[in-house]
């Protein structure tokens, strides 16, 4: 069964610094991995996809994550942050077409300082 | 406009109250989902219907009740809840034929009194 461990509860960052998200993740398949955002009292929105074809994935908003089997990571990141991007991140592991082979990690909440 | 809507926004209802939360989404998707959303816990999957049948049920109190009349549409009907089932819920809907990922509502911050 698949599994996902998102590293940090919380990251906070200056505004104008990388930021890094952490995500592992578990697969007997060949898995594909998500990245969503969720601003506060919003639902989720897709920031990026990996789905076995290019391993450095871009996604909105200047975000982008490498897939790294060997290490089987799929780690966020941002090179300059935003005050806008303060929100939680989820990461999430699929072997199939939805419900209960979709894991969802238990996030991971960023604060951005000015 | 994210192409998935969810009402009402806010619902407050006591626990022996029966109302309905409904979610309809406009991208030609033919699976959807519920899902829970509680402080400090993980993404609880609780309702999957593709194209209209419920094709998998996770453990979830039968207080919850989803009804899906068709691939637009999905409802979740609560009756006698707890105080515990206070969460934010979540509709979302995808393409059963390939893992693009899923499109979210809003969701409806559920309070029960």
């Known amino acids: 069964a698949q599994s996902v461990t998102q590293l940090d509860s919380h990251v906070s960052v200056s505004e104008g610094t990388p930021v890094l998200l952490r995500c592992n993740y578990s697969?007997?398949?060949?898995?594909?991995l998500f990245w969503y955002v969720q601003h506060p009292n919003k639902g989720l929105q897709l920031l990026l996809k990996?789905?076995?074809?290019?391993?450095l994935v871009k996604g909105i908003n200047g975000f982008e994550a490498e897939f790294k089997k060997s290490e089987t990571s799929f780690h966020l990141t941002k090179p300059s942050a935003h005050m806008s991007d303060a929100a939680e991140y989820f990461c999430?592991?699929?072997?199939?077409?939805?419900?209960?082979?979709?894991?969802f990690g238990a996030g991971t909440r960023l604060f951005v300082k000015a | 406009e994210t192409g998935v809507t969810q009402t009402p926004r806010h619902l407050v209802m006591g626990m022996t109250n029966k109302k309905s939360l409904k979610c309809e989404q406009h991208?030609?998707?033919?699976?959807m989902y519920w899902y829970k959303q509680s402080a400090k816990k993980p993404l609880e999957l609780m309702f999957v219907?593709?194209?209209?049948?419920?094709?998998e049920n996770n453990s979830v109190p039968s207080r919850f009740s989803p009804e899906c009349p068709n691939s637009s549409h999905l409802f979740l009907h609560l009756h006698t809840l707890q105080p515990e089932d206070s969460a934010l819920y979540l509709c979302?809907?995808?393409?059963?034929?390939?893992?693009?990922?899923?499109?979210f509502g809003s969701g409806t911050r559920l309070t029960v009194v």
């Open positions: 979302a809907s995808s393409q059963v034929s390939a893992d693009y990922g899923y499109t």
């Open positions: 990996y789905t076995s074809a290019a391993t």
């Open positions: 697969s007997s398949y060949s898995p594909s």
């Open positions: 999430v592991v699929s072997e199939g077409t939805g419900g209960f082979k979709t894991i």
């Open positions: 991208l030609g998707h033919n699976a």
């Open positions: 219907y593709s194209l209209e049948e419920r094709v």
